[in-house]
Structures are given as C-alpha cells and as structure tokens.
C-alpha cells in the first residue's frame, strides 16, 4: 500500500501545477523527498527560496510525514531547528492528504502565521506587540539565510558573420593594393629599360658616325672631298 501510495503522489506531482513550488523524491529513496517553496509575495518572506526536508513513514499515508525546513526561517511556528507547529502533520492528519497539500498549508503558514499556538512565543508576542519590527527581522532573515544565489553569467557570444565580412573586405583591399603597386612597379621597370634601349641605339647610332668620319679622315687625300659629302648625306638621311 506504501508503495502504490509513493508512485501515485509522484505521478501526481508530475501532471499537478505546482508553481513556483517543488517537490520529488531524491536520490536516496523513495522514502526521502525534498521540495522549496518560495517565499510569498507581500509577506516579509517575499524573494526567499525555502528548502524543506520530508521523510515518509513505512506505513505512509496512514502516518503523517516528518517535515522539517532545512533553510532558517524566523517565524513564530517554526523553530530554529526547522520542526513546524502545524495541526495536520499532527493531531489533524488524514491519509486523504497528499504531499502536495502539505506544501501548499506551508506556504499559507508563511502569509498567515498562527500566534495562538506558536512554536517560538517569543517571535509570536513581537508579532502581536510590534509587527513592524517583527517583519524587519524576518525581511533580514530571509535576506541572510534564503535569497537563492544569482544565476550564473552568460557564454560569450562567438563573433559575428559582421566581423568576418569585415575581415574579407580589408584582406581583399589590401590584395588589390599589392597588385597595384606591383603593376606600378613594372611599368616603372619597363620605362628604365625603355629608356636603356634607347640610350643605346642613340649611342650606337653616334658611334656610326664616328666611325664614318674616321674612315673619311683616314681615306686617300683625292677621294676625301667625296667621300666627305657621301658620309655627310649618309648621316642626314639616318636622322631623318
């Protein structure tokens, strides 16, 4: 029966809205379960996160579970050690209750604390004589002991197709600007020898007609009026 009882509460706790409440067993047993729930909103527990310890009977539901809150608390109806001052996991259980209705009476015990039967009186005659105060204490509390940790910082984000179109455009500028000046720099080449070239047919040129006036200079006395005029025509007409 304890069994069949376990797996039907935990098929339950799967297909119920349990809100911001939680609540399975752990990995221990089916026996030890473990649930939070948070604190309610307008209540000086508002932003807490309250873990609660369950332990089951062998012969659950015909007994009542063991509840316990694990994380402190400064309420009137749960001491320090976590055990809860509250009628139906008492004198007032039922086997018609479930685990979930636990949680949720739990809950509603932190919005409407019960100062006729405290656990801790001390907290329970603040309550009634300086609620103000009373609410700090329990805000402080909550503040120390139940704010859950911040969650944990996002992964860096990878970059992005921006940054590698960017990269493309400046590798291809900078390909374009070598080819150019690679161009420049044979044109310049080609104009020096361009210009070589040129310097060296000019220099074979006058050296030709060097040449010619030698042999003029050196030719037979009678012949050199002639040969003068030959060679002289023979230069006009390379010039030309």
Known sequence: MTMKRIHREIADAKKEDLGPITLAPTQDGLYHWKATIPGPQGSPYEGGVFNVDIQLATDYPFSAPKVTFATRIYHMNISDKGSICIDILKQNWSPALSLFKVMLSLSSLLTDPNPHDPLVPSIATEYIR???????????????????????????QPASSATSVTGSSSRRAKGKEKAQTQTASSNRSGGTAAGSSGSSIAGREAQSRSITIEEVSTANPCTTASIWEEATERARHHRR
Not at 143 to 156: F, G, I, M, N, T
């Open 130 to 156: 300086n609620r103000a105060q009373h609410d700090r204490t329990a805000k402080r509390w909550t503040e120390l002991y139940a704010r859950p940790p911040p969650p944990p910082p996002p992964p860096p």
